[in-house]
């Protein structure tokens, strides 16, 4: 039977995406952001302002991969777990986001054009203000996610999902420690490692499929 332009496609798309490829990529934004951790200054001063906010421009591009790797794991479902999974990647992404813009680049920035010697203004104790609380619900969404995720990982793949308990602990420490070193970097460490390797589990079980 001749091959339609659908099945084509299909079969192109799980060439280029391998279970490798679809695990390195998935794990990446994860594993970058725990390198960046290792770089994040404990606080933020005269000294290291530059090195706060610059740290947050690329930040910004990889927070929300986090999240949009973890709802890829749910590429073409449409169950309720899916649903809410996503859903909580999405709100993770957005709110996620919104701390490193605020608190990273925006309060970095104001801090790094400060006259020498200058104490914090009232200012940036605003946007700390706004950004921390909009971090904790992008957080909150996040252990959600990979609690939904880890959760469905075990009832589908049983004993090979184990793995995916790593997510919990990973979320966990971000939730607590932000990506500072060590424990919220190697927190989102985790994240990017667990969601990699069920990345690369579905991929190879769907290239194993008839």
Known sequence: ????????GV????????????GVLSALPGLVLMAAGYFHPES??????????????????????????????????????????VLATFVYAIFYNALDILSGIGAGWVTSRLPSGASRPDEVRSIFALGTP?????????????????????LRHRLAGLPALLLLPGAW??????IYWP???????LVGLATGY????????LSQTP
């Open 44 to 85: 933020l001063n005269e000294m290291t302002a530059h090195r706060w906010w610059t740290l947050h421009v690329p930040g910004m591009l990889v927070f929300p991969l986090v999240g949009l790797a973890l709802a890829w794991l749910f590429k073409g479902r449409r169950d309720p777990v899916a649903v809410l999974a």
């Open 11 to 22: 079969q192109t798309t799980e060439r280029w995406a391998g279970p490798v490829t679809a």
């Open 134 to 154: 909009l971090g904790e619900i992008g957080s909150w969404a996040l252990l959600v996610a990979t609690l939904l995720v880890a959760g469905d990982a075990l």
């Open 183 to 189: 424990g919220g970097a190697l927190g989102m460490g």
């Open 1 to 8: 039977m001749a091959t339609t332009t659908r099945d084509a």
């Open 173 to 178: 420490l971000v939730h607590t420690d932000h």
């Open 198 to 205: 069920l990345a690369w589990l579905g991929r190879r079980e």
